[in-house]
Protein backbone atom coordinates (compact mmCIF):
# COMPACT_ATOMS: atom_id res chain seq x y z
CA UNK A 1 0.00 0.00 0.00
CA UNK A 2 1.49 3.29 -1.35
CA UNK A 3 0.89 6.42 1.34
CA UNK A 4 1.75 10.17 0.49
CA UNK A 5 3.96 11.71 3.27
CA UNK A 6 3.92 15.51 3.23
CA UNK A 7 6.67 17.55 4.65
CA UNK A 8 6.64 21.37 5.78
CA UNK A 9 8.69 23.41 7.56
CA UNK A 10 8.27 27.46 8.37
CA UNK A 11 10.81 30.31 8.42
CA UNK A 12 10.79 33.56 9.77
CA UNK A 13 11.71 36.44 7.08
CA UNK A 14 12.80 39.80 8.17
CA UNK A 15 13.35 42.78 5.95
CA UNK A 16 15.85 44.88 8.48
CA UNK A 17 18.75 44.06 10.74
CA UNK A 18 17.47 46.13 13.66
CA UNK A 19 14.48 43.83 13.51
CA UNK A 20 16.17 41.03 14.98
CA UNK A 21 16.73 40.08 18.39
CA UNK A 22 20.17 41.13 20.39
CA UNK A 23 21.64 38.09 20.00
CA UNK A 24 20.54 37.42 16.22
CA UNK A 25 21.70 40.53 15.10
CA UNK A 26 24.95 40.32 16.76
CA UNK A 27 25.72 37.03 15.56
CA UNK A 28 24.50 38.42 11.88
CA UNK A 29 27.06 41.08 12.50
CA UNK A 30 29.54 38.90 13.30
CA UNK A 31 29.25 36.73 10.18
CA UNK A 32 28.83 39.86 8.10
CA UNK A 33 32.61 41.16 9.59
CA UNK A 34 33.93 37.58 8.94
CA UNK A 35 32.98 37.73 5.30
CA UNK A 36 36.09 39.72 5.16
CA UNK A 37 38.35 37.06 5.66
CA UNK A 38 37.30 34.84 3.52
CA UNK A 39 40.08 33.31 1.46
CA UNK A 40 38.53 33.55 -2.39
CA UNK A 41 40.50 33.93 -4.94
CA UNK A 42 39.01 31.93 -7.22
CA UNK A 43 35.52 32.77 -6.97
CA UNK A 44 34.98 35.87 -5.31
CA UNK A 45 32.40 34.89 -3.04
CA UNK A 46 33.36 35.86 0.56
CA UNK A 47 31.37 34.32 2.76
CA UNK A 48 31.42 34.68 6.65
CA UNK A 49 29.82 32.41 9.24
CA UNK A 50 29.34 32.74 12.90
CA UNK A 51 28.63 30.02 15.46
CA UNK A 52 27.25 30.81 18.85
CA UNK A 53 28.08 28.74 21.52
CA UNK A 54 25.95 27.82 24.80
CA UNK A 55 28.21 29.53 26.61
CA UNK A 56 27.07 32.70 24.47
CA UNK A 57 30.80 32.23 23.13
CA UNK A 58 31.04 33.04 19.14
CA UNK A 59 33.48 31.68 16.70
CA UNK A 60 33.63 32.82 13.32
CA UNK A 61 34.80 31.45 10.05
CA UNK A 62 35.02 32.01 6.89
CA UNK A 63 35.21 29.99 3.37
CA UNK A 64 39.25 28.97 2.14
CA UNK A 65 39.36 28.23 -1.43
CA UNK A 66 42.03 25.98 -2.64
CA UNK A 67 44.09 25.55 -6.23
CA UNK A 68 43.04 22.30 -5.84
CA UNK A 69 39.07 23.21 -5.92
CA UNK A 70 37.50 20.07 -3.85
CA UNK A 71 40.13 20.52 -1.17
CA UNK A 72 38.35 24.31 -0.56
CA UNK A 73 35.90 24.57 2.25
CA UNK A 74 32.85 26.57 3.32
CA UNK A 75 32.54 29.25 5.91
CA UNK A 76 29.65 27.17 7.61
CA UNK A 77 32.17 24.19 8.18
CA UNK A 78 35.01 26.14 8.89
CA UNK A 79 33.26 27.89 11.61
CA UNK A 80 31.84 24.57 13.17
CA UNK A 81 35.03 22.71 13.36
CA UNK A 82 36.89 26.16 14.82
CA UNK A 83 34.02 25.73 17.56
CA UNK A 84 34.05 21.80 18.01
CA UNK A 85 38.57 21.78 18.22
CA UNK A 86 38.92 24.67 20.38
CA UNK A 87 35.33 24.61 23.00
CA UNK A 88 34.56 20.59 23.28
CA UNK A 89 31.99 20.88 25.13
CA UNK A 90 30.56 23.96 24.54
CA UNK A 91 27.57 22.86 21.97
CA UNK A 92 26.50 25.50 18.91
CA UNK A 93 23.21 26.80 19.44
CA UNK A 94 23.03 29.27 16.28
CA UNK A 95 24.86 29.94 12.94
CA UNK A 96 24.68 32.67 11.02
CA UNK A 97 26.18 33.29 7.06
CA UNK A 98 26.36 36.26 4.55
CA UNK A 99 28.04 36.47 1.93
CA UNK A 100 29.47 38.99 -0.48
CA UNK A 101 31.34 39.18 -3.92
CA UNK A 102 32.89 42.87 -5.28
CA UNK A 103 29.18 44.39 -5.14
CA UNK A 104 28.31 43.93 -1.75
CA UNK A 105 26.49 41.90 0.52
CA UNK A 106 23.76 39.61 -1.70
CA UNK A 107 20.78 40.94 -1.84
CA UNK A 108 18.89 37.51 -1.09
CA UNK A 109 20.39 35.62 1.87
CA UNK A 110 22.64 32.43 0.86
CA UNK A 111 21.93 29.18 2.07
CA UNK A 112 23.97 26.03 3.72
CA UNK A 113 25.10 23.97 0.74
CA UNK A 114 24.04 19.93 1.10
CA UNK A 115 27.83 19.00 2.51
CA UNK A 116 27.18 22.07 5.22
CA UNK A 117 23.64 20.67 5.94
CA UNK A 118 24.73 17.30 6.79
CA UNK A 119 27.42 18.71 8.79
CA UNK A 120 25.33 20.85 10.70
CA UNK A 121 22.35 18.09 11.45
CA UNK A 122 25.01 16.12 13.09
CA UNK A 123 25.96 18.56 15.14
CA UNK A 124 22.20 18.40 16.29
CA UNK A 125 22.09 14.92 16.22
CA UNK A 126 24.70 14.79 18.45
CA UNK A 127 24.48 17.70 21.24
CA UNK A 128 20.77 16.79 20.78
CA UNK A 129 20.08 20.54 20.52
CA UNK A 130 18.66 22.19 17.60
CA UNK A 131 21.03 24.70 15.71
CA UNK A 132 19.10 27.92 15.00
CA UNK A 133 20.17 28.78 11.31
CA UNK A 134 20.31 33.08 10.77
CA UNK A 135 20.66 34.00 6.82
CA UNK A 136 21.58 37.19 6.14
CA UNK A 137 20.99 39.38 3.06
CA UNK A 138 21.06 42.58 2.24
CA UNK A 139 17.38 42.41 1.08
CA UNK A 140 16.13 40.05 3.52
CA UNK A 141 17.07 37.96 6.65
CA UNK A 142 16.07 34.54 7.13
CA UNK A 143 15.97 32.39 10.34
CA UNK A 144 14.96 28.95 10.44
CA UNK A 145 14.41 27.23 13.93
CA UNK A 146 16.45 23.92 13.14
CA UNK A 147 19.21 22.37 10.45
CA UNK A 148 17.23 19.33 10.40
CA UNK A 149 14.13 21.59 8.46
CA UNK A 150 16.47 22.16 5.98
CA UNK A 151 17.69 18.20 5.23
CA UNK A 152 14.61 16.29 6.20
CA UNK A 153 14.94 12.69 6.21
CA UNK A 154 18.72 13.06 6.12
CA UNK A 155 21.66 10.54 6.65
CA UNK A 156 22.42 9.85 10.09
CA UNK A 157 25.09 7.78 12.23
CA UNK A 158 21.90 5.40 13.43
CA UNK A 159 21.64 5.02 9.33
CA UNK A 160 24.64 2.47 9.67
CA UNK A 161 24.52 0.95 13.12
CA UNK A 162 26.01 3.33 15.03
CA UNK A 163 24.60 5.12 18.22
CA UNK A 164 25.32 8.68 19.75
CA UNK A 165 25.95 8.79 23.25
ZN1 LIG B 1 28.84 24.43 2.50
Redesign the pocket.
Known sequence: MIKTKNLSFSYLEYEEIEELNDDDRELLISAMKSAANAYAPYSEFMVGAAVRLESGTIVNGTNIENGAFPSGI?A??SALAGAASNHPGDVPVALAVAAKNSNGFTGDPVS??G??RQVISEEENRNHKPVRIILGGKRNIRIINTASDLLPLCFKMESHGFTHR
Open positions: CERPCNC
